[in-house]
């Protein structure tokens, strides 16, 4: 008896999964960050790909081979091919679970494949030592060991002797007899009917030589320079900014009313980027209308050389406080590193006259983007003054802002998270911030009319938040008004 999954993560040979586009582009990210400077794995990179303690039993020379390609040659040293059809099924009488793909006919099967397993999610599950083995394998058995943290496996392939279309089938295996349970829970969720948790890619080094470029399936990640300057925007807001995770219910963001949006290009208002420019509110970029697709057209600006040199100040002034943070170590280190990663896939180094569409494109986002992490922090240094301020009496639990974090409805946005504040405290005599209306409110409530409704500790002043959204014509900006309390008194 046995029970199969056979729902493709990738509906066609050749068509871009579900969580396009940055799916490709995110594996090569963690792929290249993976290794230290001495070509020795991290922690977190030994973790993430599944490598096990005993050199001999993991596949560290693919790992170090497929970084340092990429490093070298950005994302055109790598080629990908996408299977056509995944199945996986589990004999009850055996100890392990099959996968079985179709590969279309692509001639990179020609050269030496690396198959990555990729999971959804980094996994929670303990320490599980499994063991593939497959006559499409080489060695014909490879050996994997996944902890919390793991994301991806590596295992190494044959090369294909002909460009027809192959299925290919691995046995996987737990090292212990006792362990099958943990192996269905990582691969297909542990029971008949649940969706298959894994996906597979092969990864080829165009290093060593091919003609096969764009063909029937295979694609090359660096075909689109502007998504992989998108994607790793994302990535870098993702780990300079607060991770809170606060609880549901979601927010949907068109929920929220807005002013006109602005489309993104070079017909755009100068006057309206100028006050984008000039404006330090933070900004949320929704990736989700990408949808399985790429955008159709790159983003490009054509700014006046003033308000270009304008561009550039700012820019220099977000990246000179994104440095002190890190000096500050209130964002990791490798926040510069990504820093400079974004300067390079955007082609610019400083704004000049000279500087292309695109690449005045990119340093509008990126200039947003510091402008969304320094606007973070900034709020994080005024609440921590107020929360110093509340603690020590006679002002304890004077009307201030508080902390309130909330989460949207997208799994595509970044940051996912805002933290839109809130105001909390109390409003009795004297008071420190309120209007002659909450003054005169308070005496007449003092003297007796207890009938009315006291003074509340409400917001005063906001900040606007600006979304930035991707279409198949291009990207598309709107205003969020009245988003962040940013100050509070008692009205």
Not at 307 to 315: N, P
Not at 451 to 468: K, N, Q, S, T, W
Request: aromatic share 6%; hydrophobic share 40%; net charge negative.
């Amino acid at each position: 008896m046995s029970f199969s999954h056979s729902e493709p993560p990738f509906p066609s040979a050749g068509t871009a999964p579900r969580r396009a586009p940055c799916f490709v582009d995110d594996i090569l990210a963690a792929l290249r960050e993976a290794e230290r400077d001495d070509g020795d794995p991290t922690h977190n990179g030994r973790a993430l790909f599944g490598l096990c303690a005993v050199p001999e039993d993991s596949p560290r020379s693919v790992l170090s081979e497929l970084a340092e390609e990429i490093r070298r040659n950005q994302a055109e040293g790598v080629e990908v091919l996408h299977p056509a059809a995944v199945l996986m099924s589990e004999e009850e009488e055996q100890e392990t679970i099959t996968i079985t793909f179709d590969l279309p006919q692509s001639p990179v099967l020609k050269l030496k494949p690396v198959l990555l397993l990729v999971f959804e999610s980094p996994l929670t599950a303990g320490e599980l030592g499994v063991a593939f083995s497959s006559q499409s394998l080489q060695p014909t058995i490879q050996s994997a060991c996944i902890s919390e943290g793991t994301q991806y496996i590596l295992l190494t392939a044959k090369p294909s002797e002909g460009d027809v279309e192959q299925k290919w089938t691995i046995s996987v295996e737990p090292k212990s007899p006792d362990m099958k349970q943990n192996l269905k829970d990582v691969f297909i969720g542990g029971k008949p009917g649940s969706s298959v948790r894994m996906a597979p890619l092969l990864l080829f080094s165009a290093g060593k030589g091919t003609d096969a470029r764009q063909t029937n399936g295979s694609s090359s990640a660096s075909a689109l320079p502007q998504t992989s300057f998108l994607c790793e925007l994302r990535r870098f807001l993702d780990a300079v900014l607060p991770q809170d995770h606060p609880r549901p219910p979601l927010i949907r963001l068109d929920s929220l009313r807005s002013l006109p949006p602005l489309t993104l290009g070079p017909a755009s208002s100068e006057i309206l980027l100028a006050g984008i420019i000039n404006s330090s509110a933070p900004t949320i970029f929704s990736f989700d209308s990408w949808g399985a697709r790429f955008p159709v057209c790159f983003g490009r600006l054509a700014l006046s050389p003033a308000l270009l040199e304008e561009l550039g100040q700012k820019l220099e002034e977000s990246k000179m406080q994104m440095m002190e943070l890190v000096k500050e170590k209130r964002v990791p280190q490798r926040a510069a590193e990504k820093l400079e990663r974004l300067k390079e896939l955007g082609a610019f180094q400083r704004m000049e006259a000279a500087a292309d569409g695109e690449s005045q494109y990119c340093a509008f986002l990126l200039l947003k983007a510091l402008q969304t992490v320094a606007h973070t922090y900034t709020m994080q240094r005024r609440l921590r003054a107020t929360r110093a301020d509340s603690s020590s009496p006679p002002r304890a639990y004077i009307c201030g802002l508080r902390s309130l974090t909330v989460s949207f409805e997208n799994l595509f946005l970044s940051p996912k998270n805002a933290d839109i504040n809130n105001c909390q405290g109390s409003c009795a005599f004297p008071l420190t911030s309120g209007n002659n209306h909450a003054v005169l409110l308070n005496s007449h409530i003092e003297g007796g009319h207890a009938g009315e409704r006291a003074p509340c500790c409400v917001p005063v002043a906001y900040d606007p938040m600006h979304v930035i959204d991707w279409n198949n014509e291009g990207s598309v900006l709107s205003l969020k008004q009245d988003m962040i309390a940013t100050e509070c008194g008692c009205r």
